[in-house]
């Protein structure tokens, strides 16, 4: 019963539903305009589908081709940006203290090797000058009269020795007179001479022994010839080394007076000065740098890049400060250590716990080509060098 209920419930609902014909009529001509609208979409899908696929493939070959050539471009090449422009910073320095009367540069100046820098006041390191010019001179002049005095004693003192001796020979002759005139006034008899001659006899025979002695001691202190000799000339030495020492304090009051001009060691640019007109300078205070015109560029690759890199290979240069400014140059050198060797304080991976790190190494690149005169190249500027390694 409830299944015949059900079906005469359901037959009648779609008569109810149903309504006139003019409404069915109707809704048939709205589902068929629906139709036709979606078969035109379907017919404009499928009109376009191969398009699509097409601009799809396109674009994925496009992609292809471009991964493809950037493999080819930088397969050979090994590039970094830890880099930057480096050069040879001359410290400059004064050799001697004193105030500071003129200034002659200015900031950031072209300089030539020579060229003064700054002027000290010299008045006293010129007084130092004049008194070891005066301290020479009288040197000199000891020098120059001792040297006579051993010109003269080469000939008096071999002079004395012989005279020495003659004295010595008379003496002697004079002994042996006075011995035969004493002999003679012993061998005679009382009655033919008397005390007193014979006592004047004594006396002189003692006096002669006394001659004889004298002119002994006389030729023994003259003997010493080429010793007194030498001893002049020893005199001469040290007096030439007196001279020698006023030279070289005339020589180094002369250098200390040119140190009060300071020149340029080299050429370059003149870059952190910190010294004024009326500053009181002392020996090796920094008071300015050089930057010399040489540039280079120190390139801190990492130790994976460095397999295939050597000296001489070409290596393109861009300037992060100059876009357009295009350098070439090549690998100069490698240094042998990374940068964390050479630090104050470099790791020691034998203690504690070891956590591998990549190192970077420096590598010094040679610009060849492309620096332009009017544009400066200031050291420590960023670069981006690119190693062509085969």
């Known amino acids: 019963m409830f299944d015949d209920a059900i079906d005469q419930e359901s037959s009648e609902k779609p008569i109810a539903e149903q309504g006139s014909p003019q409404q069915r009529s109707e809704e048939q001509a709205v589902q068929d305009a629906a139709t036709g609208d979606d078969a035109e979409g379907v017919a404009r899908r499928r009109r376009r589908r191969p398009w699509v696929t097409l601009i799809g493939l396109v674009i994925l070959a496009l992609l292809i081709a471009g991964g493809v050539y950037y493999w080819l471009l930088t397969r050979n090449v090994e590039s970094t940006d830890d880099a930057y422009t480096d050069g040879r910073a001359v410290i400059v320095a004064p050799q001697v203290p004193g105030v500071v009367?003129?200034?002659?540069?200015?900031?950031?100046?072209?300089?030539?090797?020579?060229?003064?820098?700054?002027?000290?006041d010299s008045?006293?390191?010129?007084?130092?000058?004049?008194?070891a010019e005066g301290t020479l001179a009288t040197a000199r002049s000891q020098l120059d009269g001792q040297k006579l005095g051993a010109e003269i004693a080469r000939k008096n003192f071999p002079a004395l020795l012989d005279q020495a001796r003659a004295q010595l020979a008379s003496a002697d002759a004079q002994l042996a007179k006075a011995q035969a005139d004493y002999n003679r006034q012993t061998s005679l008899s009382r009655q033919a001479t008397s005390q007193q001659d014979v006592d004047a006899a004594r006396a002189a025979l003692q006096q002669a022994e006394a001659q004889v002695a004298l002119a002994n001691a006389q030729v023994v202190q003259n003997s010493?010839?080429?010793?007194?000799?030498?001893?002049?000339?020893?005199?001469?030495?040290?007096?030439?080394?007196?001279?020698?020492?006023?030279?070289?304090?005339?020589?180094q009051a002369e250098l200390n007076l040119s140190w009060t001009v300071v020149k340029a060691p080299q050429s370059g640019w003149i870059t952190k000065r910190?010294?004024?007109?009326?500053?009181?300078?002392t020996a090796g205070q920094q008071i300015l740098a050089i930057v010399t015109p040489e540039v280079?560029?120190?390139?801190?690759?990492?130790?994976?890049?460095?397999?295939?890199?050597?000296?001489?290979?070409?290596v393109r240069i861009r300037v992060d400060a100059y876009p357009d400014l295009d350098l070439r140059g090549h690998v100069d050198s490698i240094q042998l250590g990374s940068g964390s060797k050479f630090t104050a304080f470099p790791p020691e991976n034998a203690t504690g716990n070891f956590v591998k790190v990549v190192q970077r190494v420096p590598?010094?690149?040679?610009?060849?080509?492309?620096?332009?005169?009017?544009?400066?190249?200031?050291?420590?500027?960023?670069?981006?060098?690119?190693?062509?390694?085969?």
């Open 101 to 120: 009367m003129s200034l002659d540069i200015a900031d950031n100046q072209f300089v030539h090797e020579g060229d003064p820098l700054i002027h000290i």
């Open 123 to 131: 008045r006293q390191y010129e007084n130092d000058r004049q008194l």
């Open 224 to 251: 010493p010839v080429p010793q007194r000799i030498g001893e002049t000339d020893a005199q001469v030495g040290q007096l030439s080394g007196q001279v020698e020492q006023a030279q070289a304090r005339l020589a």
């Open 274 to 281: 910190n010294v004024e007109k009326g500053n009181y300078v």
């Open 296 to 314: 280079w560029v120190t390139a801190n690759f990492k130790e994976t890049q460095l397999a295939d890199m050597r000296p001489g290979q070409k």
């Open 363 to 390: 590598v010094k690149i040679v610009i060849d080509s492309g620096l332009d005169p009017k544009v400066p190249l200031p050291l420590g500027i960023s670069v981006e060098p690119t190693v062509t390694v085969r």
